[in-house]
């Protein structure tokens, strides 16, 4: 394996990095089948937030591909994971396909086309070997790159590996794969484990979740070899959960969204807290939270949400398990990644 | 009638204008009798933005007066108006209250609190009057100064003034009202009406409908008398017009809120135009439509975000009215404002 010269360079910052995979396979005949199996007059069409700009595209494609009476309709919800389906525009159309996230849950409303990326994985795998000295090491990879994902296990054998996978929980699709809420493919016996994949997002839930493991990160979409590092992201836990030892009202959030509701969670919170208050939304987001007279929060959905855009709200805002630790439940050496098991 | 010393000079900018309306009945007896006839474990409080602060303190009132058993849910979908129903909380709660806003029609499944004003609008009725030289006015308000529509109305003819008043349709509950979307109670037979309440929302909105009248704001929030001024206004929607001439790609909004979807106005643009494309939404906010390519949008649900919030767009956005005018249907001088007529 050698490097060619298209893939020279750390890429981020750089603007480049989009250009990696700017060929994706939108499976328009599959849709096309469906609707015409269907006799499809509304279709909906659901993109990730950064793959929205293409939805015209594809609307155009699949329209000179039907009859003329087919409407086709494109989701204006944000979407950033599997459990972002827009419920709405999936019940009011005949097909409706939920682009780039592989399924949570199989339903037969739902065609899913996963969009897997083109970009070689290969030559950020081969700069990572230097970070992985021992000879178990675990893999693991996104939805978008899940279609090389033997390809890679058999790569790494050839190096003289002995690789750990698993399919994890109920909540992934497959073997190998973690989300942005679940780490449970990464719970192997070795103490190194590759991601391959863009960004950061993925890796650093990773290590969070694993705290004991080295989680080293090659990423081929921005063309670099990183070690995820922890320490930056749980001094900001620690200090949200200091900071709402002192909160006198607690504002507790359960999620609307299909697949981050923790109903059980959220009201033994409000049971046992005179000075909790249930709060039901779809998407959490600072300006949502800011009309609230709370001194902090605690969100029952998405982690994510809590952990990575935790310092854009302007009161705290904890997990759960967090929770437990500013009311006096739990150690302070308890806290831990929140995640996200089972299916809707 | 004199004024008092509490509702000397403009409040606009001053933080005091608040203090005036602190006090609100939010008819918690009626709330409890729901509560208890419908032997409620989970009840549903909808507040509007402004007032959602107030909502811990409402929750905490009821757990007083109702059964331990009963779970109190706070909406914390974002409310403007009385189209911003949450039905998602209204459909898994036994009873649902939506605060500080009036029926756009009436449901067993909801309470509506309309939560009224307790401020005293006569010292600026009497301010406005020198404003409004002719004997015929027509007089209209909101929701939360109703409660006084009829004292406010024969004050007026007790002053001389023969007083024009008329209910609307049928999106407009009562005798007066207007709403942020809806002037139709001004249709009356006068060139100049008072209009009694706070801010500038309201009183644009009549003007730009009804740009042949004079109108006259009477504002006991902010204690202040002004005539609106709709050039701003209007030229910021000329400028839009002009500015989505060009576009290339359309994006045409249906709003998926109750109250807000004109289906039939949405699905005529985009089989008329191949450039056009229907997205589907319930929030319309800037950050949601930034990551679609379009150049110009056309939004068939609420006017006001389209007039109020346009500039805060990335690309122009229009009503349905001047859309017609930007791609040459209509002449430029048929702008007019965007209403909503009927109910869900």
Redesign the interface.
């Given at each position: 394996m050698s490097q060619d010269a298209s893939t020279d360079g750390d890429l981020r910052n750089t603007g480049l990095s989009l250009k990696h995979d700017r060929e994706w396979d939108y499976e328009l005949d599959r849709i096309v089948d469906a609707v015409e199996e269907r006799n499809a007059t509304k279709v909906?069409l659901q993109f990730p937030?950064?793959l929205?700009?293409r939805?015209?595209a594809v609307?155009d494609d699949l329209r000179a591909l039907t009859d003329d009476d087919v409407?086709?309709?494109?989701?204006?919800?944000?979407c950033y994971g599997a459990c972002d389906l827009?419920t709405?525009?999936m019940r009011r159309t005949d097909v409706f396909v939920h682009f780039g996230h592989s399924p949570m849950k199989e339903s037969d409303k739902i065609i899913y086309v996963p969009l897997f990326s083109n970009v070689d994985p290969f030559p950020m795998m081969e700069d990572a070997l230097d970070e992985l000295p021992e000879e178990d090491v675990g893999l693991v990879t996104t939805a978008q790159h899940m279609n090389r994902f033997e390809e890679m296990k058999e790569w790494l054998e050839s190096e003289g590996y002995s690789v750990h996978t698993r399919k994890g929980d109920d909540r992934l699709t497959h073997e190998g794969q973690v989300l942005g809420c679940n780490y449970a493919s990464a719970d192997i016996d070795a103490d190194q484990v590759l991601y391959v994949g863009g960004g950061k997002f993925h890796p650093l839930g990773l290590a969070m979740e694993h705290p004991d493991k080295k989680v080293v990160i090659a990423d081929p979409v921005n063309n670099v070899v990183t070690v995820a590092d922890t320490e930056k992201f749980m001094k900001q836990r620690y200090g949200a959960v200091h900071r709402a030892m002192d909160a006198e009202?607690w504002g507790v959030?359960?999620c609307?969204k299909i697949g981050q509701g923790r109903w059980e969670m959220a009201?033994e919170i409000?049971?046992e807290n005179d000075d909790a208050?249930?709060?039901?939304?779809?998407?959490?987001t600072p300006?949502?939270?800011r009309?609230?007279?709370?001194d902090a929060f605690v969100n029952t959905g998405c982690p994510r949400i809590t952990t990575d855009d935790g310092p854009q709200f302007h009161k705290p805002m904890l997990t759960p398990g967090e929770y437990r630790i500013a009311v006096g439940d739990e150690p302070l050496d308890s806290l831990s990644f929140d995640t996200f098991h089972g299916t809707w």
């Open positions: 909906g937030e950064g929205k700009r939805g015209p609307a409407t086709y309709m494109l989701s204006g919800q944000p827009d709405y525009l009202k959030i359960f609307t009201e409000v049971n208050y249930l709060i039901t939304m779809d998407e959490v300006d949502r939270l009309n609230f007279d709370m």
